[in-house]
């Protein structure tokens, strides 16, 4: 499995299921497309869709767990 197929699918799950933590990514990108990323490459995938804008870290209550969710924006330099 390529980074980039990470990446799309990563955003692909967000953009599908909403508002979800860093260790749900990954359960769903293999109740989805039957593929077994590891929590790290998930956790890499949403660095990179962090930094080209495309999801944003989201408040929560837990302590130790990231929540992420899809970040609109009004131009076209978000993922398709």
């Known amino acids: 499995m390529t980074p980039f197929n990470i990446i799309t699918l990563t955003y692909q799950v967000i953009k599908d299921h909403g ?22 490459q998930c956790r890499y995938a949403l660095k990179k869709l962090k930094d080209e804008g495309s999801v944003e870290n989201v408040k929560t209550s837990y302590k130790k767990q990231l929540c992420w969710k899809r970040r609109l924006m009004n131009d076209h330099t978000t993922r398709a």
């Open 19 to 40: 508002q979800l933590m860093t260790f749900q990514v990954p359960y769903y990108i293999q109740q989805d497309y039957g593929l077994k990323p590891t929590t790290a």
